[in-house]
């Protein structure tokens, strides 16, 4: 065998893995927005919940709301006070009670971190038109479930992965890494207790992890689509 039929058959065996690789993700995904009802998702221009937020065995009372194309209001009540954090798509800002009642712009990874919530769809939605990277990384199986993992690169040290539950087809967790080389878990969250509402799958339990342990579960008790009437949410007070 020459070397040039040597070349060409390392090619074509790249293409065909790079090629199955692509038909796996596409796969995934279709089956993952087909169960999470993601068209009728894409439909909604905003999303209201409100719950308790358990820290320490402390319940607080809180309310979220993102409305699109990336604007969201978190509320938490502290024994009577409000710590508001919210982001209009433009500029983001604090209220901290024991600050006091000024509010305080958001800027680097405050600001970052919120700007992650503030999508109503996952990152999982559009991610080619996004120019980000996500590959099919392998599977993982915990009790009588197995977990497909994407792995969703957006820039060089943003690093995600999501675990698909290959029975529900709905994510079990999402982790987040520090970086690729290094791949040390910053934090997971774990998703459960999914329900239907309005035809969209929605997980009522999330539990936040970092280092392994809990920091805080959030137990969600109801959800609204399009109900929003206050716009003052997004008004900046800066």
Avoid: C
Wanted: glycine fraction near 10%; avoid cysteine.
């Amino acid at each position: 065998m020459n070397k040039i039929t040597i070349l060409f058959l390392f090619a074509f065996f790249a293409w065909i893995t790079q090629d199955s690789k692509a038909q796996t993700v596409d796969q995934i995904l279709q089956n993952h927005f087909e169960a999470s009802g993601q068209e009728k998702l894409s439909n909604v221009r905003s999303v209201r919940s409100s719950g308790k937020a358990i820290q320490m065995g402390t319940e607080l009372p809180f309310l979220q709301v993102q409305k699109r194309p990336d604007q969201i209001y978190l509320e938490l009540d502290i024994q009577g006070d409000r710590m508001i954090q919210a982001y209009n798509g433009r500029e983001g800002w604090s209220v901290e009670p024991w600050l006091g009642s000024e509010p305080r712009e958001l800027k680097g990874p405050e600001l970052n971190n919120l700007k992650q919530m503030a999508g109503v769809d996952s990152d999982l939605v559009g991610w080619r038109e996004k120019g980000h990277e996500l590959d099919f990384v392998g599977r993982e199986s915990s009790g009588s479930s197995e977990y497909l993992i994407l792995e969703l690169t957006k820039e060089k040290d943003e690093i995600y992965r999501f675990y698909i539950d290959s029975g529900s087809w709905l994510i079990h967790k999402m982790a987040m890494y520090s970086g690729f080389e290094g791949n040390n878990v910053e934090g997971e969250t774990i998703m459960s207790d999914y329900r239907r509402v309005g035809g969209i799958s929605l997980p009522f339990r999330i539990e936040i992890r970092y280092g392994g342990e809990t920091l805080m579960t959030n137990i969600i008790d109801e959800v609204e689509f399009d109900g929003i009437s206050e716009e003052n949410y997004f008004t900046s007070p800066l």
